[in-house]
């Protein structure tokens, strides 16, 4: 007997090694079971598992890796399934092993990896297994006085692991950097079942090769991460946020230049237009924080150990914004940072996005906001455009409504044009399966090259999250 999905099926034998490996309920063959598992959070991603696994230790991650490995099935991991870039769900076509044999998918979920660790004092640092959220990582390690140094909205269902494979950025990177620079130490699993583990959290490590540094960002395609070690951030008790209206997107990124240069406390920068803070405002009920209407707006935060508000409030009067409005209080705040977290919500919830996430060079924000659009608008004049994001990383997320799913024509003006300006495909999401055509025409043949070699030695059988960051091989 076998259990048949889109691809080969998976015999019988495989899925009894699995149920030994995991535990009988941690394997859900039911469609039902498997349904929110294989779908992305945007909707424009699925494909069917053959099963999902849910392990919950490490040697149990072993024992999946090396049960697929023995059939040839496809492993893909997911964490949180918040991915934007369909990494985290099987894919829609099966993918082929070496031999040109459709290979079955297994989803390998991490949210039973939650170990939480205490809190290393004296390091400030922290171990926590990958499928812990990063809103449990923010209530654990806020008890001790500290603080983790990503944050961003999906912060209740993504996972560590996740973050790590995915190198997340989020609202706090002009500050504290991206997830890469927060890992001291990582487990992890190989395509054969063999574990990497280097977890003392030495800051300072220059013995070969960092393997954390080469799986951050590595989408699932190198290794299951299966436990983190990060440094903490001190918790900055006192926070004031202002938003400023400004003329265009290029004003927004001068005056974050601006504040960078004259505040030490600036922990974020972010810009977004009046269409996406209506659309976020009709999707939460809440209330314009102006009276009028204007073009783009900027969100800044300071925090620190003491009430930053009037440094804040100083700086900002030196610069000849529209209009601006500061909050220090924790209701105020949040309706304000809600104006710009909301976005991702509000876009999905008003039809199926094609959402680019690229970095430009901070200089041209200001250029690039004005070219895309209308490079969207050639390729679909319909098309509704909305541009926000992290103006102090030069990261923006270009969110666009309208064109069918399968259509790629915004897709492709929006990437042609980001190359064209000297920016990067993927600021933070990755690549994943959305953004595969585009790899070699932004990071050049020598690099994919490189890129493909690393793969072969360490996912000899190309089982690990296949069609994946590369084109698969034919
Ligand atoms: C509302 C909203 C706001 C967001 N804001 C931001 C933002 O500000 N900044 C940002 O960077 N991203 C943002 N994202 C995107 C997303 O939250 C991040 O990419 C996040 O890091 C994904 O974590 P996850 O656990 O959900 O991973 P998943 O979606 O489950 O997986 C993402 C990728 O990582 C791989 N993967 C997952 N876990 C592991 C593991 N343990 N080992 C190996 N590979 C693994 C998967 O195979 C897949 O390729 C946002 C998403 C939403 C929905």
């Not at 692991?161 to 890992?183: E, W």
Request: charged share 25%.
């Amino acid at each position: 007997m076998s259990h048949q999905t889109d691809g080969a099926p998976l015999l019988d034998q495989t899925l009894n090694a699995l149920r030994g490996g995991v535990g009988p309920v941690h394997v859900l063959t039911d469609a039902d079971l498997r349904a929110t598992y294989e779908t992305d959070w945007t909707r424009r991603f699925h494909g069917e598992a053959a099963a999902v696994v849910r392990p919950s230790t490490v040697d149990e991650v072993a024992a999946v890796l090396r049960a697929c490995g023995e059939v040839g099935a496809a492993v893909v991991p997911q964490g949180g399934n918040t991915g934007l870039v369909g990494g985290g769900v099987p894919r829609a076509a099966a993918p082929r092993d070496e031999r040109g044999s459709s290979r079955s998918q297994v989803i390998l979920s991490t949210l039973r990896l939650r170990d939480l660790e205490a809190v290393d004092e004296v390091a400030g640092e922290v171990t926590v297994g990958a499928g812990v959220t990063l809103a449990a990582l923010q209530e654990h390690v806020r008890r001790a006085g500290w603080d983790v140094g990503v944050d961003m909205g999906s912060r209740d269902s993504a996972t560590v692991g996740g973050m790590v494979a995915t190198n997340a950025g989020g609202v706090n990177v002009l500050r504290y950097g991206v997830m890469r620079q927060q890992v001291v130490g990582i487990e992890a699993v190989l395509a054969d079942g063999s574990i990497i583990r280097r977890l003392p959290g030495l800051v300072k490590d220059n013995t070969g090769y960092a393997l954390p540094s080469l799986l951050a960002g590595s989408e699932g395609t190198l290794a299951v991460i299966t436990r983190v070690r990060l440094r903490l951030v001190p918790q900055l008790s006192r926070r004031t946020v202002a938003l400023l209206a400004v003329d265009d997107a290029a004003q927004a990124a001068a005056f974050a230049a601006q504040l960078r240069r004259s505040l030490a406390t600036l922990t974020a920068a972010e810009l977004f237009d009046d269409d996406g803070m209506r659309l976020v405002l009709r999707h939460t009920g809440g209330e314009p924080p102006f009276r009028e209407a204007h073009p783009r707006y900027l969100l800044v935060e300071c925090g620190a150990a003491s009430d930053p508000t009037d440094e804040l409030v100083n700086a900002i009067a030196e610069l000849p914004s529209r209009d601006a409005v500061a909050a220090s209080d924790e209701g105020a705040r949040h309706r304000l940072w809600k104006l710009r977290e909301g976005h991702t919500e509000a876009v999905n919830a008003a039809g199926v996005p094609h959402k680019l996430d690229v970095a430009v060079p901070i200089g041209r924000i200001g250029e690039f906001d004005v070219i895309v659009r209308e490079a969207i608008r050639r390729a679909d004049p319909g098309a509704r455009v909305f541009v926000y994001g992290h103006v102090g990383d030069g990261n923006l997320h270009v969110n666009v409504l309208g064109p069918d799913p399968e259509d790629e024509a915004v897709d492709d003006a929006v990437l042609e044009l980001t190359i064209q300006m000297g920016g990067a495909v993927s600021a933070e999401h990755g690549i994943g399966v959305a953004k595969v055509r585009w790899l070699i025409a932004d990071r050049g043949e020598p690099d994919v090259a490189a890129m493909r070699g690393i793969k072969r030695a360490l996912d000899p059988a190309g089982g690990l999250n296949p069609g994946v960051l590369f084109p698969e091989e034919s």
